[in-house]
């Protein structure tokens, strides 16, 4: 499984070896693939969750709330302005004890952003820019290593920004289209079942498995036939 690292060193005959906390990766998909007209949502997440995570790590440097307060919220407006205006006029009107316990939630718990799906003006791909563009000396690209036990090291793939995803993007196909079910079960062609169970999540699972057995029982009747 590989892992990210934020620092790294090369040794005498030139190979590089990860350096500091690692951080493994489930999967590393590559958005520059053909995006799906459905939910674009999916290709800018992992860019955003990027983004907010180095933001946590680095109020952890600052020494005082206000620092980590400006730095946040000014991260905060350059990727959804709106958002960070009306979260900014409740964290005005808290105490001192509870603005301190804001600001340590957000780097423990993580940092949350809301998504304007209605806004023609909002342009999340710009405001990505934007921050990378204000903020590079911070936020900068994880270096990529995938474990090698037969050769005895980690092999560094290269730089990347990887972050979380939570938006999956669903199963479409020319033939049955696009269904918001298709979160639910799937059917032996690997195609989204379209059912009301399936809607109303009374099935947990598809009605239609294949069952890995059948084949093993068929042969084994068979050489009992012979």
Same mark, same amino acid.
């Given at each position: 499984m590989p892992y990210l690292t934020t620092d790294t060193y090369v040794d $005498?005959?030139?190979?590089? +070896?990860?350096?500091?906390? $690692?951080?493994?990766?489930? *999967? #590393?998909? =590559?958005? &520059?693939?053909i995006i799906n007209r459905t939910i674009p949502m999916a290709l800018f997440e992992p860019s955003i969750t990027c983004i907010l995570e180095q933001v946590q790590d680095h109020m952890k440097t600052m020494k005082s709330v206000k620092e980590q307060h400006d730095f946040m919220f000014d991260v905060l407006h350059l990727l959804n302005s709106k958002y960070a205006k009306? &979260?900014? /006029? #409740?964290?005005?009107? *808290? =105490?001192?004890?509870?603005?301190?316990?804001?600001?340590q939630e957000? #780097?423990?718990?993580g940092i949350r952003l809301r998504w304007e799906s209605f806004d023609e003006k909002f342009n999340v791909r710009? /405001? #990505?820019i934007a921050v990378h563009k204000k903020y590079g000396?911070?936020?900068?690209?994880? +270096?990529?290593f995938v474990p090698k036990p037969k050769w005895g090291r980690d092999i560094y793939i290269g730089e990347d920004f990887i972050g979380y995803q939570y938006m999956m993007i669903l199963k479409q196909s020319g033939e049955k289209g696009f269904s918001a079910r298709s979160a639910g079960a799937i059917s032996d062609e690997s195609l989204p079942e379209k059912s009301h169970e399936n809607k109303i999540g009374? +099935?947990?699972?598809?009605?239609?498995?294949? /069952? $890995?057995? &059948?084949?093993?029982?068929k042969l084994f009747e068979l050489l009992e036939a012979c």
């Open positions: $005498q005959y030139g190979v590089t +070896h990860p350096k500091g906390e $690692q951080r493994r990766v489930e *999967l #590393i998909t =590559n958005p &520059l693939a009306e &979260l900014d /006029n #409740i964290y005005k009107g *808290l =105490n001192d004890r509870e603005k301190k316990e804001f600001i957000s #780097i423990e718990k710009d /405001n #990505i000396d911070i936020i900068k690209p994880y +270096h990529i009374k +099935h947990w699972a598809s009605s239609t498995p294949i /069952n $890995q057995n &059948l084949v093993g029982v």
